[in-house]
């Protein structure tokens, strides 16, 4: 296990490649290694190992309850397995709050939105700034110094998020007037304003007619090549998926049964029987 | 074509996030201010000073320190009476302690020793969440009356039990004792509620209040996208403690003069500051100045057109008082969630859109 | 046996008798808490508002006498007659299920979905009607209030107690009136688990209990079952009222019962009744001996105020969902 950790250190990773449509892929960024993941006595995640690539995008797909949600908690830091270890930029990660992860640069979406419903879409994607900003109490409660400099600068970092995800209009909109669908853009607002090196994204798609599913499509691949975040989404859009991802790892009921190029996993004999479904004589 | 944002436009950031966007608020505020401290000063006496504009000037603090808490950080407190109980026996021990010392620094002091004692009963907050930790918040309010109550150390050891404020005063002017001036009450209480309300104000519009927000909304994902939550929740009780601290300061030293723990700062107090701000409207500044000014005029009015003008017993005024606060609380909970301060929210609205409302 | 451990054993039993009345005041919280999520802080007051109206139709007093006097000048207080004791418990019982008729209609239903601390806060404005509403219409004087129960020490106990101290023991000293109290709680929640189990209200004030929509789904009327459930807190409110105004007498501290009861409900978990059972136990028993063995002899007396609350904090701190709740996943 340490060896690998090692080989992990090595940059520029001698593994790195460049895919057809010209993005580098670098060396690993993350790694799960033997997760399993047990409330009381269910098992919802049972001996997962895999990688995660600098500037790939990474999905996680699989029929549901098959603990692709739980997979993303553990990676944030929400859930504890019980066994297993993440590795983050080669080094084993110690037992952390969720906050610290966020402090290392993972932002994240959920699957049911999780905005703060009581504040407008500037200040929701304010709060992906929170990392960035430490003045001191005193100075904010005087409005003067470090604080105002920092809101300013940081306003400004937020404004580039808005206009790249075209949300100006609804700037200072309650966000708990808006649909559905801008929801979801404002919640990838909030994780974007982080500047995170790795982004996780439960279903970004859930829910959503055709054309909604295109723009979210173009967003995510947008931010992916022009800032070269590296990206482990879920979903369930099996056409998006493919389309989308460099990488795929396919989990049925909490075990991983596949794993590869959208390619590869496509025609992997277990995904298809997990998928279509498989006769027992 | 007055209330408008249009043609008023903002160049920079900072004017983006100022607290009046609308010039004519704005010159509003400064009307205000103007009529506040200079005119208000000149006409009031006794009578107003202590059946309204004192009371008034304390219960917005206390207000405002209550919103931070709950209506910002989203943790429901039933302890205000007994932290306001804090600021008033550290400011009587203050007081007696060191005479020389301005009542400015007192007073200040007094807050400071509160957000200590809020933040030791605000730590189980990161375990017990909703209204366990309301009941958690009742242990505070139940043991600190007590505490004041059986320990003579905090009333220097009087007979009956009572602290008495005396005379001190700040630059030359008394502003405790039975021999202040109505005025100096006033403007001494003013000039608390200005700073203050601008303190909190300018907490709630930067990254300290959206992260009491965030925890409030949805306290998972804050915690997920980065926000401490331990560290989030304790500022909040740190910062609502020192306001309520320095009302119970004032509420003791200025307002009544002489206090008894039970009857000053018992949970029928807690529950008025509760009722003030869900009146008022969770999660506003504005609203802490309404609600507060609601629950001191509401009583003077009953009274005054009950007891004084029609000569019913005052024992029934009492009643209907009871009645019009509780009814008034559910119908603001059914129909208007976020208080006189979105009422009057909805009525600019309409304004800025008048007369041509589509 | 040493006198000492003598009077602690009675302070333990006198303590038992007191955490039942606290528990049949829980009992109220739990099963409003059970079908509608409502943590009703007035049932307190409800018990308070039950206690006077009984006195006042027991006493024939005439309804906002006080309040009609005042507008008219007239001089009324009396119908000038007297209702027996089980009639005025009966009439009482239905002002409750009016009550909870009027909370349902006129509150409750406009409140639906809306997050828990909102509805507290709505059930705290709720008290504070009904306390002034109460006043209003029955006088906030301290009443008397006298259904035939027996009253004062039970002599029997002492006479048959009293040889197991030495000469300055007496005996233990137990109201009549708390051990009336335990029979009627224990047969107050025994017809309460049996009515949950076995009728079909009762299975359907389970399910709603479990899930408002499921039970919606499968035809169970939501508003009859809110207010069968607050009729019932009200009916317990009544007997709580009773037993407790019996023993101090009708008047505003009544109400703060409400309050002993929240950390009752902190220890025992807000859902389940043999938890209210056993955390109003733990807390009567907890606070009289703790004032007996700390509070009155080193720190001055009267820690009943608070010990429960200060019990229910520290408890929680370490266990967060109560003796009996279930430990919550929380998700994402």
């Known amino acids: 296990m340490t060896n690998a950790a090692t080989d992990m250190n090595a940059a520029p990773s001698p593994d790195s490649y460049v895919t057809a449509d010209g993005r580098t892929i670098g060396g690993v960024v993350m790694e799960m290694k033997n997760i399993t993941l047990r409330f009381g006595g269910v098992v919802a995640i049972k001996d997962i190992s895999f990688d995660i690539r600098e500037g790939e995008i990474r999905a996680i797909i699989g029929p549901n309850g098959a603990g692709k949600s739980s997979m993303l908690n553990v990676i944030s830091g929400f859930y504890k397995p019980q066994e297993g270890d993440v590795f983050f930029h080669g080094e084993k990660r110690p037992l952390m709050k969720p906050y610290q992860v966020a402090q290392q640069g993972i932002a994240r979406t959920f699957q049911n939105i999780a905005l703060f419903d009581g504040m407008s879409v500037l200040d929701n994607i304010m709060t992906g700034r929170l990392n960035n900003m430490n003045a001191s109490l005193i100075s904010q409660a005087v409005w003067w110094g470090k604080a105002q400099k920092e809101e300013f600068e940081n306003r400004e970092k937020v404004e580039k998020v808005i206009d790249f995800l075209e949300i100006q209009a609804i700037r200072k909109t309650p966000v708990g007037r808006l649909p559905y669908g801008l929801k979801k853009r404002v919640e990838l607002a909030r994780a974007l304003a982080a500047e995170p090196t790795l982004l996780l994204l439960d279903e970004p798609m859930a829910g959503m007619n055709v054309e909604e599913k295109e723009d979210m499509s173009r967003f995510i691949l947008d931010v992916n090549d022009e800032f070269g975040t590296t990206i482990a989404l879920i979903e369930h859009d099996m056409g998006v998926v493919m389309d989308l991802s460099d990488r795929v790892v396919v989990m049925d009921y909490g075990k991983k049964i596949g794993d590869g190029t959208p390619d590869e996993v496509r025609n992997n004999q277990d995904v298809i029987d997990a998928y279509l479904g498989v006769a027992h004589d | 074509m007055l209330y408008r944002e249009a043609g008023d436009f903002k160049t920079s950031y900072a004017k983006d996030s100022q607290t009046f966007p609308i010039k004519l608020d704005r010159v509003g505020y400064w009307a205000l201010m103007a009529v506040a401290f200079l005119v208000v000063p000149f006409f009031i006496n006794d009578y107003w000073a202590n059946a309204v504009f004192v009371p008034f000037l304390i219960y917005v603090i206390a207000a405002l320190g209550l919103n931070i808490l709950t209506g910002y950080a989203g943790q429901l407190s039933l302890g205000t009476g007994g932290f306001m109980a804090v600021g008033a026996y550290a400011c009587y021990k203050l007081m007696t302690s060191f005479p020389e010392v301005s009542m400015i620094i007192h007073v200040l002091l007094a807050g400071g020793i509160t957000a200590l004692v809020g933040v030791m009963f605000g730590l189980p907050s990161l375990r017990i969440k909703g209204f366990y930790l309301a009941v958690a918040t009742l242990a505070a309010q139940f043991f600190l009356v007590w505490l004041f109550n059986k320990v003579p150390w905090f009333y220097n050891y009087s007979a009956s039990g009572q602290i008495n404020a005396p005379e001190r005063t700040v630059f030359g002017i008394i502003v405790t004792g039975p021999n202040t001036e109505a005025w100096a009450k006033y403007l001494f209480c003013l000039i608390f509620v200005v700073v203050l309300a601008w303190i909190a104000r300018n907490l709630t519009r930067g990254m300290a209040g959206r992260k009491w927000m965030a925890i409030r909304d949805m306290d998972i994902a804050a915690e997920i996208i980065g926000v401490n939550p331990l560290k989030a929740k304790l500022t909040a009780f740190a910062v609502s403690s020192f306001f309520v601290g320095i009302a119970g300061a004032l509420f003791f030293s200025i307002y009544l003069g002489a206090a008894e723990v039970g009857e000053a700062f018992g949970i029928q107090k807690s529950f008025l500051i509760v009722f003030m701000i869900i009146i008022g409207g969770l999660g506003s500044i504005l609203g802490s100045f309404a609600g507060a000014a609601f629950m001191v005029l509401m009583p003077v009015l009953l009274k005054n057109i009950l007891v004084g003008g029609m000569g019913w017993p005052t024992d029934l005024a009492a009643h209907l008082e009871f009645i019009i606060v509780g009814g008034l609380i559910v119908i603001f909970l059914i129909v208007e969630p976020h208080g006189l301060a979105q009422l009057w929210r909805l009525a600019k609205e309409k304004m800025r859109l008048w007369p041509f409302p589509h | ?332």
């Open chain 3, 1 to 332: 046996m040493p006198d000492q451990l003598l009077y602690a054993i009675e302070v333990t039993l006198n303590g038992l008798m007191a955490g039942v009345l606290y528990a049949l005041v829980a009992l109220g919280f739990v099963l409003i808490f059970k079908a509608s999520g409502i943590f009703n802080y007035a049932q307190g007051v409800m018990a308070l508002f039950a206690a006077m109206t009984l006195v006042g139709i027991q006493n024939g007093q005439v309804p906002f006498a006080h309040l009609i006097n005042a507008i008219l000048g007239t001089e009324i207080h009396h119908f000038g007659w007297h209702v027996p004791a089980l009639l005025a418990i009966l009439l009482t019982a239905c002002v409750m299920v009016l009550f909870a008729w009027i909370v349902e209609r006129y509150i409750l239903k406009h409140l639906v979905g809306q997050p828990d601390i909102i509805l507290f806060m709505a059930t705290i404005g709720m008290a504070y009607f009904m306390e002034g509403f109460g006043d209003l219409m029955w006088g906030a004087d301290i009443k008397k209030l006298d259904v035939g129960l027996p009253q004062g020490g039970s002599l029997w106990l002492e006479e048959n107690t009293a040889w197991l101290g030495g000469d300055g023991f007496y005996g233990f000293f137990i109201d009549k009136l708390d051990m009336v109290a335990t029979v009627v709680a224990a047969i107050l929640v025994a017809s309460l688990v049996a009515f949950s189990q076995y009728t079909k209200q009762g299975r359907a004030m389970r399910a709603v209990a479990d899930d408002h929509q499921a039970a919606l789904s499968v035809g169970v009327s939501l508003r009859f079952i809110w207010v069968l459930v607050w009729s019932l807190a009200g009916f317990v409110a009544l007997v709580a009222g009773i037993m407790w105004g019996a023993k101090s007498g009708v008047q505003f501290s009544l109400s703060l019962i409400a309050l002993k009861a929240l950390p009752v409900l902190m220890l025992g978990g807000f859902t389940s009744i043999p938890g209210a059972i056993v955390g109003g136990l733990i807390i009567g028993v907890g606070e009289k001996l703790f004032e007996f063995l700390i509070g009155a002899p080193f720190l001055g007396g009267a820690t009943e105020n608070w010990f429960a609350y200060m019990l229910a904090l520290l408890f929680l701190v370490f266990r967060p969902q109560g003796l009996f709740g279930e430990k919550i996943i929380e998700r994402v």
